[in-house]
């Protein structure tokens, strides 16, 4: 459906240029979201993908692991579509304190995506609502350290942003002027307390994911933080009891169309058009991620039985198979700290798992040696462009 103008233009002068900034008008949109079959259908078979992902948690034996490499799998995706060149391997070889050859500023910014959720999450939990507080707050940790800590982490922007281009002049897109972003967030969180019912929670992550990438209220992160939203939205909601959904894969397969359905909504109203999309986006992420936590399961299991043939040496490498599934990438000292093995133990355990081929050594030293479960490394790296090791 199509709509007038979702704002205003205003004249601004920054950088030496005149140019017009764009303040959107608040949501809800109007008239209202026309509901099509077709669209209600994405809506309610997006939702069925939620609520089997919400059931796999209970499903799921080791929920928690799980939950830790594939935050770090969204973390480098997320990072990935802001233009950062960091793997998976190089985060988690990154986090033994042991980054020799990957990009350290990299890293660090991915490694701060996860630290944001895990601080978004413990804000929900001690029962602090979506808020400008916990985004604010969310924002800081995304660029507290890095590339990013001279950019005013964890506060709205007061100066002029645009998006592409080198300049406001040949920019695609200039978000509001900065006297106008904590307005326009204010609202923003108006509508998020206005619509705490959790079967409007779908509907109210679509729209203030856009309304949140239009007022691009900081200075950097924006996107990042955009797409934490979406997620922190539908676990404060009920939807998810844990953050297991991640739409950056999707965005970023689909980026050029995903920005032109944002600017339909922002020229035309064409509200509908997004959500559809947006609504693709949530199951099709949602089914993923469930395929992907079966996959895990399954290769888990069938290398646990092979190990379980092994015998006397069968009760160390069970172990050290344990301690990889909980971090895919590892050393001996990290796994003698959590196998509580010895060292020439977790070695010899190394070097059965090395034989059957559920570990790989991705070094090629004989000193600082760094051990990959390498079929688990695969499966969590599908959609992601850089290999493993």
Sequence with gaps: MKRKLQGRYVEISTVGERAKAFVPDPLPPTPPITWTPALRQGFDAAMHALGR????????????????????KEAVLSSMIEGTQSSLSDLLVYELDEAPGVPLDD???????????????QLLRSGLPISLRLIREVHGVLLQKGRGAGITPGRFRRSQNWIGG?????ASFIPPPPQDVRACMSELESFMHGSPQSGQALLTAGLAHVQF??????????????????????????????????????FKNHRAYCYELLNAVRMRGEWEDWLAFFAE?????????VDTAQQ???????DRKSIAALGKAADSALAVHEA?????????????????LTHATVNLALSHLERLGVVREITGKQRGRIYAYTAYMDALNHGIEQPPG
Excluded: W
Excluded at 296 to 302: D, G, I, K, R
């Design 53 to 72: 992902l919400d059931a796999a948690s209970d499903l799921l034996p080791d929920t928690p692991l799980f939950l830790y490499t594939y935050i770090r």
């Design 213 to 250: 990438e239009t007022i691009h209220p900081f200075l950097d992160g924006n996107g990042r933080v955009g797409r934490l939203l979406v997620t922190l939205l539908l676990c404060e909601r009920g939807v998810l009891r844990e953050p297991l959904l991640y739409l950056s894969l999707y």
């Design 296 to 302: 895990l399961h399954t290769l888990a299991e069938a």
């Design 107 to 121: 890293v660090q910014e991915v490694s701060n995506y996860v630290a944001a959720l895990e601080h978004g999450m």
């Design 166 to 170: 080198t300049r406001p002049c040949n």
């Design 324 to 340: 990889m599934k909980q971090q895919p990438i590892a050393n001996a000292n990290r796994l003698v700290q959590r196998t509580g």
């Design 281 to 289: 986006a949530v199951k099709t992420a949602a089914v993923q991620a």
